[in-house]
């Protein structure tokens, strides 16, 4: 009977344990997702100018976050036909899935239109931190953007980069 009471004091506190901790995330997440359900039909999908670190004529629409403060957004990006990214680097992960057009991902310091590789809607890219690389949009494109925050956009060369022109 004694050794049934040790089972019972020691087991009973453990099984709770057990039981609260499956109810809990088994550890904390870096991102712990939107507040709100969020949901976008196409038709609802909130366009402007922008960003200002790219040429004119590209439009933005931010769907999740916000790419000037710290934490995970999603934005979408929508090029006119032939617009040009030039060669450029990002201090964070970059992840773009292409939903419409072709969106052509070249690497390295120098764009070089000929050494792209046509990503059509539906295809997916990660880019690590510091990777250089820079794209041309083949008809209308757009792309879904999705990184950490502060978004920021460094050129390779300066004189590509249109925040610094009048």
Known sequence: MKTRRLFAATAAPLLFAAVANAQEPAHALPDPGPRDHVLYRAADVAWRAGPGSLEPGARMAILEGDPSQPGIFTMRILMPDGFRIAPHWHPNPERVTVVSGTFRLGAGD???AGATTPLGAGSYTAMPPG???????????VIQLTSVG???????NPADDPRGRK
Do not use: K
Not at 133 to 138: M, P, S
Not at 150 to 156: A, G, K, L, M, S
């Open 131 to 141: 990777m250089r690389h820079y794209a041309i949009a083949d008809g209308e494109t």
């Open 150 to 156: 502060p978004w920021e956009i460094t050129y390779v």
């Open 110 to 112: 120098v764009l070089n």
